[in-house]
């Protein structure tokens, strides 16, 4: 079954940037849609962003829209987010998530298989 592994986040003040790492295993990377979701403290897990394996296709919500950016590296079997203008209301643990099918949403039920969490939290 998938396993994802995260990785990268931490304590980062408002306009800067950081990476999370999701690392796949016993699946290969370029046959997964690949979800990413946050729970900021006090709210309910949301949805952001996704990436379609089977047209590269990509959804950002508005909210995260040209300061986000999802990519991927095959060989590594790592999906990645790359994310900039960091605001404080962007704290929050994020989570990957992945299914392995055709398109993708940023509705978490759709998603089976997991990542851990990480805390990202942007304060001066």
């Known amino acids: 079954q998938v396993q994802l592994a995260q990785s990268g986040g931490g304590l980062v003040h408002p306009g800067g940037s950081l990476r999370l790492s999701c690392a796949v295993s016993?699946?290969?990377?370029?046959?997964?849609?690949i979800g990413w979701f946050r729970q900021a403290p006090g709210k309910e897990r949301e949805g952001f962003a996704c990436f379609a394996p089977n047209d590269g296709s990509t959804y950002y919500e508005e909210s995260v829209r040209g300061r986000f950016t999802m990519s991927r590296d095959i060989a590594k079997n790592t999906a990645y987010l790359q994310m900039n203008s960091l605001k404080p209301e962007d704290t929050a643990v994020y989570y990957c998530?992945?299914?392995?099918?055709?398109?993708?949403?940023?509705?978490?039920?759709?998603?089976?298989?997991w990542g851990q969490g990480t805390q990202v939290t942007v304060s001066s």
């Open positions: 016993e699946f290969n990377l370029n046959d997964l849609a």
């Open positions: 998530a992945t299914n392995p099918r055709p398109g993708c949403t940023v509705g978490e039920a759709w998603y089976g298989y």
